[in-house]
């Protein structure tokens, strides 16, 4: 299982680590891709000072290599696409089984307060979330990051100086990148959540809907189900509000950083400096950057979108599994006697007791119906039957520790559920308007 820790995509290494050949043959494709950009910004420099001087022959043979470059370029790109897809759509695939499996050894008290909505939404649409944004990373992201360093030291190799003014911009659009993320990060959870309560309420309405008629609670649900859907809305237009916020910033620091490059590059080409086929090669290169640059800053804020769900899958982990059977369990086997709790004491929360000292007896073949209001704890007796819960010692009570008796033993010594095959759960509801 993945480490308990803050949710960070480093911790699903282990799980990329199984599919080596197709990364691998990935990663040659991503080296061809990168290497290329260098290559068209040194065979398109020398392009424009040729269409300048009329030599029709030079250009042509420049825009013939310049375009078997390209096509070696896109053939790389959709080699890569293609064999990096499938390790990521497996990462996700493991990672919604692990969670899963997971699901079902969670101690019941656990599982009772997660809605059956929020599960669903958790092992899909979450789920779905980190395998898109592993894709993105390994895809694009990565590509993109070695694209701008490829590029950077081509840069360098022409101008020093102009490349350090290029630099300069370079913290202050980090930084900027980083804040903006992290609150579409915080966004984005609260989002998230909100999804999660909506895809509950849904699950319950469909699951009560002949109580809601039978009541006529209709507007009553409308209304919880309207105010849902506004919180949504309200979470979801934060998260574009400030996406939509970003890009604008983002972009006016890149086109005031290109004007300047073109003021201090024509001032070097003055003082003769700089010769204009080289500044030519190193303004081609210069726009090359935008591209990589514009992929890092989405995909930033989808890989905190990616963050947010993979912390709430990782949430289930920190939920206690159910208690591991007793060193020397005892076999139920056919059970004809009574049902007795002796004592019993429990609680879902600790300052909230449901059970206190209860006590009770069902003598063989007697009916005994359980009448109780919603959250009075009819479900968790039959819970306590099942072992699904374990009664607890009442606090302060010298050692006292609730039981219920089957079969010359206690529930809690038993193996596996209860007892299985022994005790049959009939839910149905009723009422009268």
Not at 319 to 327: A, G, I, R, V
Not at 400 to 422: D, E, I, L
């Amino acid at each position: 299982m993945l480490i308990p820790s803050a949710a960070r995509f480093r911790l699903l290494l282990p799980l990329l680590a199984r599919h080596r050949v197709p990364l691998l043959a990935g990663a040659c494709c991503t080296v061809v891709y990168v290497v290329t950009d260098p290559l068209l910004a040194q065979k398109i420099g020398p392009l424009i000072p040729a269409i300048g001087g009329g030599r029709f022959q030079e250009a042509l043979g420049i825009i013939a290599v310049a375009m078997a470059i390209f096509l070696a370029q896109k053939l790389a790109q959709y080699g890569q696409d293609t064999l990096l897809a499938d390790p990521s759509l497996r990462v996700s695939q493991d990672l919604r089984q692990r969670v899963f499996a997971r699901l079902q050894r969670l101690a019941f008290p656990a599982l009772e307060k997660l809605s059956s909505g929020d599960l669903s939404y958790r092992l899909t649409e979450d789920a779905d979330r980190v395998g898109e944004a592993v894709y993105k990373t390994i895809h694009d992201s990565t590509p993109s990051g070695l694209k701008l360093l490829a590029l950077l030291g081509y840069m360098a190799s022409k101008d020093g100086p102009l490349t350090a003014a290029t630099l300069v911009l370079a913290p202050l659009m980090v930084g900027l990148v980083g804040w903006f993320g992290g609150k579409v990060r915080r966004a984005e959870e609260r989002s998230q959540g909100q999804v999660s309560e909506l895809a509950a309420l849904l699950a319950e309405a469909v699951g009560g809907l002949r109580l809601v008629r039978a009541f006529a609670s209709e507007e009553w649900l409308q209304q919880r189900f309207s105010q849902q859907v506004d919180g949504h809305r309200r979470a979801r237009f934060r998260t574009l509000e400030l996406v939509a916020r970003q890009h604008p910033v983002v972009g006016f620091l890149e086109a005031t950083g290109i004007l300047a490059i073109l003021l201090l590059g024509a001032w070097r080409i003055h003082t003769d400096s700089l010769t204009t086929e080289q500044f030519s090669s190193y303004i081609v290169a210069l726009l090359m950057l935008i591209d990589p640059i514009s992929h890092l800053t989405t995909n930033y804020n989808e890989l905190q979108q990616g963050q947010a769900s993979l912390r709430r899958l990782r949430v289930l982990e920190q939920e206690p599994l159910e208690p591991p059977d007793p060193p020397r369990p005892i076999t139920l086997g056919q059970v004809r006697g009574e049902l007795r709790l002796e004592n019993v004491h429990f609680s879902h929360t600790p300052t909230q007791p449901l059970f206190q000292n209860l006590t009770l007896r069902v003598p063989p073949g007697q009916l005994v119906a359980l009448v109780g209001a919603s959250g009075a704890g009819k479900s968790t007796l039959f819970s306590l039957l099942l072992r699904f819960n374990i009664p607890r010692t009442r606090a302060h009570s010298a050692g006292r520790q609730g039981s219920v008796p089957v079969a010359g033993g206690g529930v809690a010594s038993s193996g596996g559920p209860g007892a299985p095959g022994c005790v049959a759960l009939f839910r149905n509801h009723c009422g009268n308007h």
